[in-house]
């Protein structure tokens, strides 16, 4: 049944959005939403502080005007995924909340009205690439963060490690352990709802695709076929992929800016992506793309 109402829903969503106006005014502060020349400057960032991301061409049939010919998506590729997600034991000494109160009944979060969304593995240190957000931001903590503009400047985010997203096989005494499996991460504009969209393609050991349901053995069971669906892509043609559906990113970024700006810090819109791909690690906990983990805001 959600399998067909999702269907229904990308069918009404694709046909609403040939009639969608390109936004042209930002609305960024106002609303959490990205013009497409916000998403370019956002995904610019992203690529020159974070090695692993590139701009993409889209094929003939699928190119976007109102998109660059050269940046038409993001993508990054080989992102490691070493366990499932069933083997992430709950620990209640693991949580942190990380957002505000309705997103956990509507996007399958644990949480309530007063603690809002909470990430049940935040402090383990395998897993952790949340966005470390306390429910009262105004609290000061005696640790000094890390000012995400000075880390950026810095060149905190670069690695020159070329190589760190290839799968390796490790050895355990003389038993040799499974290749990870390994992800290709694209990052669109979606036009109908104004903000990035994630998109993920999962391979085995061999490089050989995943099925739709062990691609789901890597996703928050909270999230797989209600918050991740599996789609067409946008700009490329091929198989279905599986996406994180975008109908709350707009949601939840304008609460993050509400809640930074009370704090007396200021999110400006070129930081969109680092700050998007934190807060969707929650849904894909055990793929290790994010690697701005000491970046607290």
Request: hydrophobic letters at 30%; aromatic letters at 8%.
């Amino acid at each position: 049944m959600d399998s067909l109402k999702n269907r229904l829903t990308q069918m009404a969503i694709g046909a609403a959005e040939k009639f969608t106006p390109i936004l042209k005014e930002s609305k960024f502060r106002e609303t959490g939403v990205l013009t497409p020349e916000e998403f370019i400057v956002a995904g610019d960032h992203l690529v020159h502080h974070c090695a692993t991301w590139q701009w993409a061409k889209a094929d003939a049939s699928k190119k976007r005007d109102y998109l660059p010919d050269e940046k038409q998506f993001l993508i990054t590729r080989n992102v490691p995924c070493r366990k499932r997600c069933r083997q992430m034991e709950y620990d209640p000494q693991q949580e942190k909340v990380l957002t505000s109160q309705e997103i956990g009944a509507e996007e399958g979060f644990a949480g309530d009205e007063d603690s809002g969304w909470v990430d049940t593995h935040h402090y383990n240190q395998e897993s952790n690439a949340a966005l470390e957000l306390d429910k009262d931001v105004k609290e000061e903590d005696d640790d000094e963060e890390v000012d995400l503009d000075n880390l950026v400047e810095s060149g905190g985010l670069e690695d020159a490690d070329t190589n760190r997203f290839v799968a390796k096989r490790e050895i355990m005494g003389s038993a040799e352990v499974e290749h990870p499996r390994t992800y290709d991460l694209h990052i669109t504009y979606d036009k109908y709802y104004q903000v990035p969209r994630l998109w993920l393609g999962g391979y085995n050991e061999n490089r050989r695709p995943l099925t739709t349901d062990e691609m789901n053995e890597d996703f928050s069971a909270d999230h797989a076929n209600k918050t991740i669906t599996i789609e067409t892509h946008p700009h490329i043609d091929g198989p279905p992929m599986a996406s994180i559906h975008p109908c709350r990113h707009a949601e939840t970024m304008k609460r993050l800016i509400d809640q930074l700006t009370e704090n007396g810090k200021d999110l400006g819109v070129h930081q969109y992506m680092l700050v998007f791909l934190k807060f969707v690690q929650a849904v894909i906990p055990t793929i290790d793309y994010d690697y701005t983990k000491s970046i607290q805001l």
